[in-house]
């Protein structure tokens, strides 16, 4: 069980050598994001459990996975509670200048889709008398649909309405019902909507540009950092990073080595 640290510790950077020593890499998680993270069988699994046993197994310790509610991630990471945020976070300005972001993992679009056969939506181009779902901060998706909602409405063709969602399923059961004509999500999570909800939901489009999602250590501890992005981009090389987006996504994703953060990152 991880205990809570004092200020004293908590200030102390975290090393590999440290991790070494202890022999174990501790890492949290919201294990409810489906494909990237989710719970079988009582532990976490998916894409992040995935890449991280790799990472843990190249640096020759256990990998000690809690899965807790997002809201506490950030908290707990800067008690140091843990070593670093497993769960797939959206690389936007508002983590990456508090937080230092790995290498990216993998990349996406922001879309929107609505219910099959509805013509009242047309286009991501013109949300004119719509009530859109999106989803709140900090999810990063939010940022991108809400700036790409603002131009809209400075150009007349804004959302009606947007409605605030917490969650997929949330959104989901909201556009299905009728309370809303459209949904905001990503595009590496749309496929598991689909399969979910069989010929219930239809992709509009993508909006913005496309983002890249990563894992965030603190502030001092960007060593770390720089030490699991060596092991990401060694997978990425090898190709075995490439099976893993095949295992989960059925897609394979093109991950640069630099300008995948926003300006002012750590």
Not at 231 to 239: A, F, P
């Amino acid at each position: 069980m991880l205990m809570t640290v004092s200020f004293a510790a908590a200030a102390k950077a975290v090393t590999l050598d440290e991790i070494k020593k202890r022999g174990v890499f501790q890492v949290a998680m919201e294990a409810a994001f489906n494909p990237f993270e989710l719970v079988e069988d009582g532990k976490p699994v998916g894409y992040d459990p995935d890449i991280l046993k790799r990472i843990a197994d190249e640096w020759g310790v256990k990998l000690e996975i809690s899965d807790i509610r997002f809201q506490g991630l950030f908290t707990g990471l800067e008690q140091q509670k843990f070593d670093m945020i497993g769960s797939a976070l959206l690389m936007n300005r508002a983590r990456a200048t508090k937080f230092a972001f790995t290498a990216p993992i993998a990349a996406g679009n922001v879309i929107l889709f609505k219910r099959a056969g509805d013509t009242k939506v047309k286009s991501v181009d013109d949300l004119t008398g719509l009530n859109v779902g999106a989803h709140l901060p900090p999810s990063g998706d939010a940022e991108i649909f809400g700036r790409y909602n603002e131009k809209l409405t400075a150009e007349g063709r804004g959302a009606a309405k947007v409605t605030p969602i917490q969650t997929i399923a949330e959104s989901n059961l909201a556009l299905l019902n009728g309370q809303i004509d459209a949904a905001e999500d990503v595009n590496l999570t749309f496929g598991e909507t689909q399969k979910l909800f069989p010929g219930k939901f239809e992709l509009v489009g993508k909006i913005g540009d496309p983002y890249y999602i990563g894992w965030v250590t603190r502030p001092a501890d960007t060593d770390l950092r720089d030490e699991v992005s060596k092991v990401i981009r060694k997978l990425r090389d090898s190709g075995e990073l490439g099976k893993l987006q095949k295992k989960w996504f059925n897609t394979t994703f093109e991950l640069p080595d630099t300008g995948y953060l926003p300006e002012g990152a750590l």
